[in-house]
């Protein structure tokens, strides 16, 4: 059945590293959402795309993450470097523009990294 | 912008009792609002949606909103929860702008639903 697939599902680093999570969408979805879920903020969005393009990226730190859609099967999310606050669940959303039926966002199972 | 404040942050209720968890949100345009699922070590799974019309929403697993234009209020209710629905449930809003997709969305805190036996 169609679902969002993020890889790694786990990823423990050291602080100063690289580090990558990747996420490919149900196909024929054209917006990607990533999200990061910590105790202390809750659910936050980082960033979304619309065909491959950002729309917005604001919930993001600029000076150590980026976030691209190479193709429209693959999304990333880099961290470098990467910092013991950057802990948290990584989640990518995947959703399709138009149409009433199109009104859900369906998520991935996410990325829990730890930076130690 | 908006906000969304789930009301409780832990509640814990009986097998076969009945579960009201709260939603209240603020915004200056109508929202789009959603109720989603986390099971332990899983992603969100949504639950139902508003979006326009009724305003009694009915879910999966048997849960139903009711959405409280006046009191801005979503709150989520089942009549007879089961062990199965031990879970972390969000409470979210999206404005309803064009060309986009329900996923830009606001998250309350989550509440954290535990059954006993």
């Known amino acids: 059945d169609a679902r969002v697939t993020q890889t790694p599902r786990h990823k423990v680093t050291e602080m100063g590293q690289e580090v990558t999570m990747r996420c490919q969408p149900i196909?024929?979805?054209?917006?990607v959402f990533w999200y990061r879920q910590t105790m202390m903020q809750g659910l936050e969005l980082l960033a979304y795309?619309?065909?491959?393009?950002?729309?917005?990226d604001s919930g993001m730190p600029k000076d150590r993450f980026s976030a691209e859609m190479p193709d429209a099967t693959l999304a990333t999310l880099k961290i470098q470097p990467s910092e013991p606050r950057d802990s948290a669940v990584y989640f990518c959303?995947?959703?399709?523009?138009?149409?009433?039926?199109?009104?859900?966002?369906?998520f991935g199972q996410g990325t829990r990294l730890t930076v130690v | 912008a908006q906000s969304v404040t789930q009301l409780d942050s832990q509640v814990p209720v009986f097998e076969e009792a009945p579960v009201e968890l709260r939603c209240n949100y603020s915004s200056s345009v109508s929202v789009y609002l959603f109720w989603y699922v986390q099971y332990p070590n899983q992603g969100l799974q949504l639950l139902l949606k508003y979006l326009s019309g009724s305003t009694l929403v009915k879910g999966i697993n048997g849960f139903e909103a009711e959405f409280n234009k006046s009191q801005t209020s979503f709150h989520l209710r089942k009549p007879s929860v089961h062990i199965s629905d031990t879970a972390e449930y969000f409470c979210?809003?999206?404005?309803?702008?064009?060309?986009?997709?329900?996923?830009?969305?606001?998250f309350g805190q989550g509440t954290i639903l535990t059954v006993h036996p």
């Open positions: 979210a809003v999206s404005e309803p702008l064009r060309g986009t997709s329900y996923g830009k969305l606001t």
């Open positions: 196909l024929g979805h054209n917006t």
């Open positions: 959303a995947s959703g399709s523009t138009g149409g009433a039926e199109n009104t859900e966002a369906f």
């Open positions: 795309f619309r065909n491959r393009a950002p729309l917005d």
